[in-house]
């Protein structure tokens, strides 16, 4: 096949159009609409919100179609059913809970192996925010997942310069698919405001239940209703690193000698939850390498796509090279004087040979 990259992502480009050629098919990841959702196009802009303002899912749908994936997006209400071609289900900041009916679609499609990313905002505006997502926060909570109305506050961001409310994207899970390349790195970044902590509930017996993304060690959450007056320091011992992405994945079941692998293609649920939309709009994603690797990685790995590469663009920059004063004496030596003194002293000698000659 034939492809063409701007050389800014040709290496991520040509590795993945490797790794394409072996797949069946593309990967479909449809994106929920229809409860105030991020947008799946760019609005046009207006005189109130210029284009590069409006949130959108622009920059993360170009980064999976440069892997090969297919977007679209998805209104339950209109279809009735979850497309069988349905990868991944992505809802992206909902205003507005879902209906029963959707509700049941989506639990009975988690329920047979299916995927799906959830960026759930805390209820910071009570007055866009109509409704308390109740039957979206039941579809989380049955598979061990709590999200309470709290709002993360990070007193580590106070030493890179920020105020508390930005938490501090400070530990990553060394051992998960998504996360494990961040930990070698000892990432660290300065997260946007506004972040709902991801707490561990009753976690079904054939899931696991894994911290992905925590702030770090000097955090807490408070409850918002509680954002309006002072906020009290808690307790030592409620002191801790919060966790803003989590992932649950299916189990396998215990291997039985003499028997092969059971086949977990038909029954693999996955599931990925960030406490805020931000990491996947434009405005977050167009500057931070570290949120393209964590928002593509997850989504490979719902897609069981694990091996596709999430490249961040390729910066060069000069590279200062240090030396110490014996090491700069040996250079100049050898720059100065010898290098010099063997081609004056070789020149003469060849032509002195040539005239003998």
């Known amino acids: 096949p034939m492809f063409v990259a701007r050389p800014k992502f040709a290496e991520r480009a040509f590795t993945n159009a490797l790794m394409e050629v072996t797949r069946r098919r593309k990967p479909k990841i449809y994106f929920l609409t229809g409860h105030g959702e991020i947008a799946y196009e760019s609005p046009a802009p207006s005189m109130n919100a210029p284009a590069q303002q409006v949130p959108s899912l622009t920059v993360i749908r170009q980064l999976l179609t440069d892997q090969g994936n297919e977007t679209a997006p998805l209104d339950l209400v209109q279809s009735g059913a979850i497309p069988e071609d349905a990868d ?10 879902l209906m029963d009916v959707e509700y049941q679609l989506l639990d009975n499609y988690l329920d047979t192996g299916g995927s799906m990313m959830v960026l759930l905002d805390p209820p910071l505006n009570q007055q866009m925010l109509l409704e308390p997502l109740t039957n979206l926060r039941k579809l989380l909570s049955e598979r061990g997942i709590e999200v309470p109305d709290q709002l993360v506050v990070d007193l580590g961001s106070r030493t890179a310069g920020t105020q508390a409310i930005y938490p501090l994207l400070s530990s990553f899970d060394p051992e998960h698919t998504v996360t494990s390349h ?18 561990q509930g009753d976690v079904p017996d054939d899931l696991k239940f894994t911290n992905l993304v925590r702030s770090s060690a000097r955090s807490f959450s408070v409850n918002v209703a509680d954002l309006r007056s002072q906020i009290q320091m808690p307790d030592e011992e409620d002191i801790a690193p919060q966790t803003l992405v989590a992932a649950v994945g299916k189990l396998p079941p215990p291997r039985i000698p003499g028997f092969d692998a059971p086949d977990l293609s038909l029954d693999n649920t996955r599931l990925v939850v960030f406490g805020s939309s931000v990491f996947i709009m434009n405005n977050y994603l167009g500057s931070s390498p570290m949120g393209q690797l964590l928002m593509v990685n997850s989504l490979n790995w719902l897609t069981e796509s694990s091996e596709m590469v999430a490249l961040p663009d390729i910066s060069i920059s000069g590279t200062p090279i240090v030396m110490t004063i014996d090491q700069q004496r040996v250079i100049l030596i050898m720059a100065g004087l010898l290098l010099p003194s063997l081609l004056f002293f070789g020149g003469i000698s060849y032509s002195v040979l040539r005239r003998r000659r």
């Open 88 to 97: 991944v289900i992505v809802i992206a900041g909902p205003l507005r809970d």
């Open 182 to 199: 961040l930990a070698l790195q000892e990432a660290r970044e300065i997260f946007s405001s506004g972040v709902r902590p991801i707490v």
